[in-house]
């Protein structure tokens, strides 16, 4: 409950700031609406006896009460409703982008890829609007339990047992409250299939993952898997509403019934002439509105329950953010000295009971480029995502120059860590732009931006270009489409931007070129790593399955079930003819069988 106290206070508080004026005006309407509808009916009452005992001045004061009830009723509620509305919608929208800002700046991705966590932010980023109105949530159903209170009140004063008439809240209150908890169930159940069709529906839609599917000819079939588990979602949740539906209408029948047993006390006051005419009015016209008021007092309570959903997942979010922020906030050094160490390091991702690293020792030195080799699942990709700081080691720790990872400021960390990906990105911005957001200190620095475009070996691609760097690539905004390759060149030349890395990552940052651009690269990238290790002690740590390539490193290390189980230089690794070496001839044998061999003798016969 403090938690919610506490998220519920930040609501108001992006409510104030929105617009405070029109807050205060928005709470003063809610609270007059309150007696709205006692007021009518004891205007009511108040007219019928002063006309029957024939006091004018009573007919009067009556008159003026209910047309002051009724204007607040019709204008009060129309200036309440919408002023509102635009402030729900104000703060839905910071809302938004604080959400949005928290989830893009935690340090660590577990977030974006554990599915129980996207779940919840899903959730959270369809329920932003009930949590924005969450604060009116609270203050319209207060009003409505204070009208409904007031009601009673007035209908006690007929007669006691009339007061009874609260009791006949209870059980609609109760079995809509069970109710949405049957639908808020549902919702939560079917979020990763409502999830996984939209993804499947993207997969037809998004250019990269339409062309496979359309070259397979798989496009019906995805969409007709997508639509299965729609209908199966939609089913799950049809059968939530009927249910919630059957209690709602259990509770509606509790009231009625209650409410013909207060009608007959009335009558029978009446009949006993123990009750004016006026009494009578007064409780008709509360008997009129008092299924409203229930009706309010529930959907206010269900709003309330939504806002709740909303309120747990915005916690939740929060608190997974606070927890990911280490407690350190040092600086890297400026250069490296001894190097980054592992020490017993063990990694399980979120959800999952299998470890993907299990006490792994390595030492990378300052100012050498060290190469993970591997098969897939070796968990190469996984040292890289550790030795950013995307994950954090779930056994052991990382020391960089013997001080713990986890003690240096995550942003700090990352602006000295540079580095190309298999999976890199297609910016589809201008060219310049493409390869500035390397280093967004250097966005708009035409040197630097052309130093990195050099260095990557991209110049060809720029030169190609219609405009150069000022060139608008990818077809979203209709700008010019590279090939694979193509964008690759500038992934690189993204990479080379930050001129003072400690780590350089390059994670099979080739795959998409040909071998004879590969080979420039590799030279380049090695002047620039020996460049940068000079400097700073930089560690290039490369990540590949080309053997051409990993033999030119310093040290190679070899990780086989999450271990390292060899370490060396290439030649020590070959002479010791284990994992490395049997994995090195299994590549070369497949290149020797490729190379082409003499070409057959063909007699040519001689003159006749």
Known sequence: MRHHLRSLRHVLALTLRADRRRALLVAA???????????????QRWLVDAAGAGTLTGVLLAALLGAAAH???????????NLRVDLTHRVDLDLRDEILVTTATIPTVGHLEHPGYLDRITLLRKTTNALAASCWSVAETAAAVLSLALSVWLLASVHPMLAGTALLAAPPLYLANRARLVIQRSVEETAELERAEGDLHRLCTEPEAAKEVRTASS??????????????????????????????LAGWLSYAIGLVGAL??????????????GDVVLVVSLASHLQTQIDVTVAGVGQLGQAGHALGHYRWLMGYAESQRPAGGDLPPARLRDGITL???????????DDVLAGVDLHLPAGRTVALVGVNGAGKSTVVKLLTGLYRPTGGRIEVDGVPLDALDPQAWRARVTGTFQDFVEFQLVARETVGVGDLAHLDDDATVRRAVAEACADPVVAGLPHGLDTRLGREFDGLQLSRGQWQKLALARGRMRPDPLLIVLDEPTAALDPQAEHELYESYADHARAAAGRHGTVTLLVSHRFSTVQMADLIVVLSGGRVVETGTHRDLVAADGVYAEHYRTQAGGYADRQPGPAPVTAVPGPP
């Open 29 to 43: 309407l809610v609270a007059l609406l309150a007696g709205v509808t006692a007021a009518t009916a004891l205007s």
């Open 71 to 81: 204007a607040v009723t019709t204008a009060g509620w129309i200036v309440q409703f």
């Open 219 to 248: 496009g019906g079939r995805i969409s007709a898997e997508a639509d299965a588990l729609w209908e199966q979602a939609l089913r799950r949740r049809a059968r939530a509403q009927t249910r919630a539906a059957a209690l709602q």
């Open 264 to 277: 007959a006390i009335v009558t029978a006051l009446v009949l006993d002439q123990r009750a004016s005419i």
């Open 343 to 353: 020490r017993g390091v063990g990694f399980r991702y979120p959800g999952t009971g």
